[in-house]
């Protein structure tokens, strides 16, 4: 399959649509994430992401009035859920791969896997906490952050494995996405001290940026700004999520540490349901994604949480 690299180079300048799935919660079946992407095939995404979901702890209480903690993963199966979107769709599918909840060792398995299958893009990133923990913990000889994993890649593809040293290994050829945040990331000091940290996931073999959703289109023109400044020449694709509910307005800045602008948020609040605050959200993204495009954004990547008929509205103004 085709490297994101490659795909943006081939696109000549114009922009490249892609789009960002999660799998199902465990039990329910492929059909309607499958049939949520259907109707955007026309808009000829060359890639999609799939999210990784890892472990949660969570406190059962029995028909004994006793509690049991299990540990179970509520969204599984994002390999297979990556196999089969590459067969259905014929479109490169790029698995998220976390430190969060793998060791070194793992990490290699599951790297090995997606070689055998032909994914040639992968998307590393640390992970959130384990819930209900409030801070990243790493698994026992796995990686507490994203630039080391980025590193075990990077090495993968010079023929270095794990424990074998002394053995020609087949290199792998994968092309190495990381995240950025253009607002920054919640748990870093300041604007500097993150910055620093992504050029290092760059310096240990990164390919390209995806880049958190945000609203404010001035904050991803800068972030791109400094990038160029500092040298960070590799891709930088913008991260956009049209909103579809009047909770989003108080969800997503809590959850994703970002800001929304004034006009969106009068927008939103004046809104009386959740369908008029989806069009807004429509609207939106609209205008966000043609401005992106005329600064020249080389992907417009749609965080689409499972649901594709806003975006494919979207799409249809834009591609
Ligand atoms: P890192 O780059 O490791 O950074 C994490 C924090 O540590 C930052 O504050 C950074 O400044 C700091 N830091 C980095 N290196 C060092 C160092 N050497 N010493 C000290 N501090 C350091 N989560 C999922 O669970 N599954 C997904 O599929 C998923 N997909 C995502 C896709 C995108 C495009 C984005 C933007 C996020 C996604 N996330 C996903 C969320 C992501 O896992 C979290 O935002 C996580 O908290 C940070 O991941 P990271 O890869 O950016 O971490």
């Known amino acids: 399959m085709t490297k994101i690299t490659e795909h943006i180079r081939r696109a000549n300048g114009k922009p490249?649509?892609?789009?960002?799935?999660?799998?199902?919660?465990?039990?329910?079946?492929?059909k309607n994430l499958l049939g949520n992407i259907e109707p955007l095939m026309e808009f000829r995404p060359p890639f999609i992401d799939v999210t990784y979901h890892r472990e949660e702890y969570i406190e059962q209480p029995q028909a004994d009035g006793t509690i049991r903690k299990i540990v179970t993963r509520k969204r599984p199966g994002t390999v297979g859920i990556c196999s089969a979107i590459m067969h259905r769709f014929d479109v490169d599918a790029v698995p998220h791969v976390l430190c969060g909840g793998f060791s070194r060792d793992e990490t290699e398995d599951f790297l090995i896997d997606l070689n055998y299958l032909g994914i040639d893009n992968v998307l590393v990133l640390r992970g959130d906490p384990a819930k209900p923990f409030k801070t990243f913990k790493a698994k026992e000889n796995g990686y507490s952050y994203a630039s080391e994993l980025v590193e075990q890649v990077a090495n993968m593809n010079r023929g270095q494995y794990l424990h074998e040293e002394d053995t020609a290994m087949t290199p792998t050829d994968f092309c190495i996405g990381v995240a950025a945040y253009p607002e920054k990331h919640f748990e870093a000091e300041n604007h500097d001290i993150d910055f620093d940290f992504l050029k290092q996931k760059i310096a240990r073999g990164a390919d390209y940026i995806v880049?958190?959703?945000f609203f404010d289109n001035a904050r991803y023109f800068d972030f791109v700004k400094r990038c160029r400044e500092h040298d960070i020449n590799i891709p930088i694709i913008p991260g956009l999520k049209p909103i579809s509910t009047?909770?989003?307005?108080?969800?997503?800045p809590r959850l994703f540490h970002l800001h929304m602008p004034d006009d969106l948020v009068n927008a939103i609040a004046a809104c009386e349901n959740d369908a008029q605050a989806r069009q807004v959200g429509i609207e939106w993204s609209i205008q966000q994604g043609r401005e992106l495009i005329a600064a020249g954004a080389p992907v417009?990547?749609?965080?689409?949480?499972?649901k594709g008929d806003n975006v494919q509205k979207i799409a249809k103004e834009l591609f």
């Open 300 to 306: 417009l990547h749609f965080y689409t949480m499972g």
């Open 211 to 213: 880049t958190q959703m």
């Open 16 to 30: 490249i649509f892609s789009i960002e799935v999660i799998p199902p919660i465990k039990g329910d079946n492929l």
């Open 246 to 252: 009047r909770k989003q307005l108080d969800i997503l």
